[in-house]
């Protein structure tokens, strides 16, 4: 089975950077981050490559690794009083926010936008069933985690330079 590199390169080098800068002292994280940096790096690379291709299906999954893994972030950071009460509204969210992908990929096709907001509002309705989601404490958590992460956007945003550059 042969391995596209480029794939490779988006699940080490994200891990390795990250290491170095544990032990450099730049950031502060656990272990147990690691699986969110993955499949936010991985997710990042997959959506890149299969935005604007008519594979609806690898973008879906793209997009689900990407948005799991900042669930797994705010998870991390913000103190939910019972997290496993809102893994059905995270669920809904990133399916919502899925179809809402596939619509701005392929515009056209109106039932992504349908299928998109029907499940945003069904996953505020569940969030807020569950009591242990507002908007600004969200809002605050993320802004939390930028400040903190800043460098991880930061190399986000060269891995995509360099990528784009060398395709």
């Given amino acids: 089975m042969k391995i596209n590199k480029n794939i490779l390169s988006v699940l080490v080098i994200p891990v390795i950077i990250t290491f170095i800068f544990i032990i450099a002292g ?6 147990t981050i690691l699986p969110g940096v993955i499949l936010i790096s991985a997710g990042i690379y997959i959506v890149y490559k299969y935005m604007g291709a008519e594979k609806d299906g690898l973008l879906f999954i793209g997009s689900s690794m990407f948005l799991t893994g900042l669930m797994l972030f705010i998870l991390n950071y913000y103190n939910f009083p019972n997290p496993g009460d809102l893994i059905f509204s995270a669920v809904l969210f990133i399916i919502s926010i899925n179809f809402i992908l596939l619509f701005i990929n392929r ?27 507002s908007l600004m404490s969200l809002l605050y958590t993320i802004i939390e985690i930028l400040k903190h992460y800043w460098i991880v956007l930061l190399l986000v945003i060269v891995l995509l330079y360099y990528f784009k550059k060398n395709d």
């Fill in 26 to 31: 730049f950031m502060s994280i656990s272990l």
């Fill in 107 to 133: 515009p056209k096709n109106l039932t992504f936008i349908y299928l998109g907001s029907i499940f945003f509002v069904a996953g505020w309705f569940s969030a807020s069933y569950f009591g242990a989601l």
